[in-house]
């Protein structure tokens, strides 16, 4: 059931993602592109960490078609399922949601994998090695300009400066931006 749930989720949510980007608002909430990123009915961008999540289970839906389908037709209704997700995961642009589902895939390769070693490890780690870049350049987030001027740093630099006044006990519930 809760494969079925996130594959339901994860079609709806690719659905709603596709007619925002012919459309301009989603179907659900009527949320606009933010940034020129797809929202979905969140209305954020982060929608593409909240697929990320939901495909990570919705992959196993390969394991129940297998019951009753050849690999091609499972590998079909599969990708059917699945591709509208992808596509709200891309035009969202989350590069730590395409490395979610890129380390998520890799370690479903394992799993599926008849017998554990060393070459379907390379394999896997081959195949999260081409995915990633792939994945990140559709999202036209993976040039140096993007990472350099990304407003983390700038974060992450003031969480080290709290975290080395406040190490033991941190700086106390709501008063992080107070510290």
Not at 88 to 104: D, H, I
Not at 113 to 141: D, E, F
Request: glycine share 12%; proline share 4%.
């Amino acid at each position: 059931r809760l494969v079925w749930a996130c594959v339901l989720a994860c079609f709806w949510q690719g659905l709603d993602g596709i007619w925002q980007a012919l459309t301009g608002l989603d179907f659900i909430m009527g949320c606009a592109l933010n940034a020129g990123r797809l929202t979905g009915s969140l209305g954020d961008y982060t929608v593409g960490n909240y697929i990320a999540l939901a495909l990570i289970p919705a992959f196993a839906l390969w394991f129940i078609l297998r019951r009753g389908l050849s690999p091609a037709a499972a590998a079909l209704l599969w990708c059917a399922a699945l591709w509208p997700a992808f596509f709200l995961l891309v035009g969202a642009g989350s590069r730590s949601g395409a490395l979610t589902v890129a380390a998520s895939l890799v370690l479903w390769m394992l799993l599926a994998g008849r017998r554990p070693g060393w070459k379907p490890a390379l394999g896997a780690l081959a195949a999260l090695s081409a995915a990633l870049p792939v994945v990140l350049m559709l999202q036209g987030r993976a040039n140096m300009g993007a990472l350099v001027e990304d407003g983390r740093w700038s974060l992450w630099k003031l969480c080290w400066r709290v975290f080395l006044e406040h190490p033991w006990l941190g700086a106390g519930a709501g008063r992080y931006n107070a510290a």
